[in-house]
């Protein structure tokens, strides 16, 4: 294990990540699960507002993809937000072509990260939203 890593004193949190492409999906859940994190993985914002309740105390915070089919990112935490008003939330995206509503989220001061991304970057993610 990266000895940087080890040094950081950080609780392990609770994931939940939503990503509709299967690859990146298993790929980022392998990460965090190296580094001991809990990730459940969900493939679509529609599957999330659907089985929510079963979700709902599973997760310390859901990170979430902002371009996805049938609903983005921005509209579940926006839906997830009004049912779960303390939802601690981190956009990812590795798309360069949604400058507007990455914009609109920097604006908002919510957390975003590029994919792909580093364990050092989503730690320090996780350490902004404490």
Request: with cysteine.
């Amino acid at each position: 294990m990266d000895s940087k890593i080890e040094e950081i004193q950080l609780e392990k949190k609770r994931i939940l990540l939503v990503e509709d492409q299967d690859e990146v999906r298993d790929g980022i859940e392998e990460l965090l699960n190296k580094y001991g994190f809990e990730v459940h993985s969900i493939s679509s914002a529609l599957e999330l507002l659907e089985r929510f309740d079963e979700y709902r105390d599973k997760f310390d915070i859901c990170l979430s993809d902002i371009i996805m089919p049938k609903m983005n990112g921005v509209e579940l935490y926006r839906r997830l937000k009004k049912v779960k008003p303390d939802i601690k939330f981190i956009f990812m995206t590795g798309y360069a072509n949604n400058i507007e509503q990455v914009n609109e989220l920097i604006k908002e001061g919510l957390s975003l990260l590029s994919k792909p991304f580093t364990i050092h970057e989503f730690l320090e993610k996780i350490r902004q939203l404490d």
